[in-house]
């Protein structure tokens, strides 16, 4: 007699038994309607005592019918949808191949021509450089030439003076004074060609651009996207997730990478981490209030506050260096990379430049501007009440920002602005204030060079945690954008796509200025005047 395995002592009927498990060699005749069963005659007054019992042989009936409704749905419904599966999965099978096949050569192809393209910008950089290389030594020999034929003149000319001075005449000695009256014209030095070369240390975001553009979806690239998002934060160790987690950031950040690819809003996978290798390199207390932060290229800082007129330098410990007086309050700084220059807009509508240690007038804006950013090729983009402008360093306007279609300005209360050194795109933290019309939702947007929008990023990084204030943000070398989120004291690491990467300090009060240096050393300030010099790795 078979047994239960979760249920030892009860006993039950394996197919075909045709006798009863409970009463040794009684044939199965009856039907329980209750336990629905087969039972027999001595079942009724024991184990299904008082059940409504009736003959098996009237249930026969009903059985076949359900079995044949299983095997007419089977046949016409069930295996006609298998069959059209494998034979759909066989195609899939037989295109898998030729489509990957074809996406390699399409890759090969393309990176031979970039290597093609770039063999031939060398080609023609090194012909330019010895053209100008001979043209330089054409200019360089004739002048060497003029100066040994002026030399030859001046040493024939003292020669002569000489002679007149010993046994000349008066009037030899006369004609001599007034050749010397009229020396030999120095030969003009030569105006050569100049060149110079200056290598891309970051070519990574440069080289996926001209790549073109790679979008997979699917579990099977899963390791390989999250190792290509975070090639440049190393992973902390956690307990592996469970296979229902697994697939739920799966799909999560398969949707966010689709959306951010149809420039809608993404979604963004819940899993973060703390970068491990974020160093506080020094750690000080300012004693002038700060509102914004320029790292210079020498390891120090210009620093201002909105309350104030006065620019203060300050050393990586802290010592002040330089104090410049405004002569009105200062809304915002930003220092140019080209120049090194720092340039100011003003609660006056001025954009003045730091030259020689006082501020010079550059030109003014219609409406109070604040904040400023100064690009790489010398534009200045303010950012004004519902609109961001660009501007050349002399005034004259380029572009700004327009509403979208449904009239909605693409920003509404620029509160800072950065310019991505890779793609040239830029970043605007937006505080969405409502006494300017806006919902209290503050934003980080991210346009490109012609402020079209290509992404919005609302603080994501986990589900529970969504409260957000970009009171800065800021490019560093690859192209990633550090984010000061004030409400919550986070620094957060966002790739140049919008997606989190993750969370690079938490400090105790609010944070209300990032800058990175050249060495993408951050400097981050929080409360009002405490600094935190900070190394992270987003290499």
């Not at 920003?411 to 505080?431: G, M, Q």
Request: aromatic share 6%; hydrophobic share 30%; glycine share 6%.
């Amino acid at each position: 007699m078979a047994t239960s395995l979760y249920k030892a002592q009860i006993p039950f009927r394996i197919k075909g038994q045709i006798t009863c498990t409970h009463h040794k060699g009684r044939q199965l005749d009856l039907y329980c309607e209750e336990c629905q069963v087969p039972v027999c005659i001595k079942c009724v007054s024991t184990v299904h005592k008082s059940h409504p019992l009736c003959d098996l042989s009237e249930n026969t009936h009903q059985t076949k019918q359900d079995i044949q409704s299983f095997i007419d749905k089977t046949e016409k419904v069930d295996l006609v949808q298998i069959d059209q599966y494998i034979t759909s999965t066989d195609k899939q099978l037989k295109d898998n191949s030729t489509i990957f096949d074809k996406l390699s050569k399409q890759l090969k192809i393309q990176t031979n021509k970039l290597k093609e393209d770039l063999d031939m910008l060398t080609a023609q950089t090194l012909s330019l450089y010895k053209q100008m290389e001979e043209d330089n030594t054409k200019l360089l020999q004739t002048y060497k030439q003029d100066l040994e034929s002026y030399n030859t003149q001046l040493k024939h000319q003292v020669q002569e003076c000489k002679i007149a001075l010993q046994r000349g005449s008066d009037i030899q000695i006369y004609d001599t004074g007034c050749e010397i009256q009229s020396p030999v014209t120095l030969p003009v030095k030569p105006a050569l060609s100049t060149a110079s070369f200056s290598p891309n240390k970051n070519p990574q975001g440069h080289l996926e651009q001209a790549l073109g553009e790679v979008i997979t979806s699917g579990q099977g690239q899963d390791q390989a996207l999250r190792s290509h998002e975070r090639r440049s934060v190393a992973s902390s160790a956690r307990q592996r997730p469970s296979l229902s987690q697994q697939r739920s950031e799966r799909k999560e950040r398969t949707l966010s990478i689709q959306q951010i690819s149809k420039g809608r809003k993404q979604v963004k996978s819940p899993v973060y981490t703390l970068l491990p290798q974020t160093k506080v390199l020094g750690e000080w207390t300012s004693r002038c209030l700060i509102h914004s932060v320029c790292p210079t290229t020498d390891g120090q800082m210009w620093t201002s506050h909105h309350d104030s007129n006065t620019l203060i330098l300050l050393h990586s410990n802290g010592r002040v260096i330089q104090e410049v007086k405004h002569n009105t309050d200062i809304m915002d700084t930003s220092l140019s990379s080209t120049t090194n220059t720092l340039w100011v807009c003003d609660k006056e509508n001025n954009i003045t430049e730091l030259v020689s240690g006082r501020l010079v007038h550059r030109f003014s804006t219609r409406e109070k501007p604040q904040c400023i950013c100064i690009t790489a090729n010398n534009h200045a983009i303010v950012g004004m009440v519902k609109h961001i402008s660009k501007f050349t360093t002399k005034g004259k306007l380029v572009c700004f920002s327009v509403a979208t279609g449904t009239g909605v300005p693409l920003v509404c209360t620029p509160y800072r602005i950065s310019k991505c050194p890779v793609t040239h795109n830029v970043a605007v933290a937006d505080l969405d204030g409502t006494y300017n019309g806006g919902r209290g939702i503050p934003y980080v947007i991210v346009m490109d060079t012609d402020f079209k929008k290509l992404f919005v990023y609302r603080g994501e990084v986990t589900r529970a945690c969504r409260l957000f204030i970009p009171y800065d943000v800021v490019y560093d070398s690859v192209g990633n954008l550090v984010i000061a989120n004030g409400i919550n004291n986070r620094i957060l690491l966002i790739s140049g796509r919008g997606e989190f990467l993750s969370i690079i300090h938490t400090t105790a009060s609010c944070i209300r200025a990032v800058g990175v240096d050249t060495g993408d050393v951050l400097w981050a300030v929080s409360g009002i005047n405490n600094v935190k010099l900070l190394q992270y790795s987003s290499k």
